[in-house]
């Protein structure tokens, strides 16, 4: 119980730091691009590379840490920097096909699901 609450805070931060640097963007640079959503996704995939290395070259801590912090806080921050961080390992495993697929297939049926579930909202 206590590993859950412990996700929730981390994600409960996570959402605040994506709001909060979100919104920070979008004031300077205005809406006419999704420039904050953009940023959080970039900043996502750079802090997710340095938590994975600290936490599994340098700390070496428990796998119960990397959970709280990469599922928890990072999955609240952006789930981006999961599908990148996953891509990469696929590409440097010689996976080009499979990563291929992951980013073609996430990027066109997530595109497909979205106008679906636009189409069904509007007939509830």
């Not at 119980?1 to 805070?9: C, F, G, H, P, T």
């Not at 931060?13 to 920070?24: E, P």
């Not at 959080?40 to 070496?60: D, M, T």
């Not at 440097?92 to 096909?97: C, D, E, K, T």
Request: with cysteine; net charge positive.
């Amino acid at each position: 119980m206590q590993k859950v609450l412990l996700i929730a805070l981390a994600g409960g931060l996570g959402t605040l730091g994506r709001y909060t640097i979100s919104g920070l963007v979008h004031r300077v640079f205005g809406a006419g691009f999704p420039a904050g959503t953009f940023m959080v996704n970039c900043l996502g995939c750079l802090l997710f590379g340095v938590a994975w290395s600290v936490i599994e070259e340098r700390l070496s801590l428990p796998p119960d840490t990397r959970i709280i912090v990469l599922t928890g806080f990072m999955g609240a921050f952006t789930t981006f920097s999961t599908f990148i961080f996953e891509t990469a390992n696929l590409l440097n495993g010689g996976q080009w096909l499979y990563a291929f697929a992951n980013c073609a297939g996430q990027l066109l049926v997530g595109m497909a699901l979205l106008w679906l579930g636009l189409y069904a909202g509007k007939l509830l």
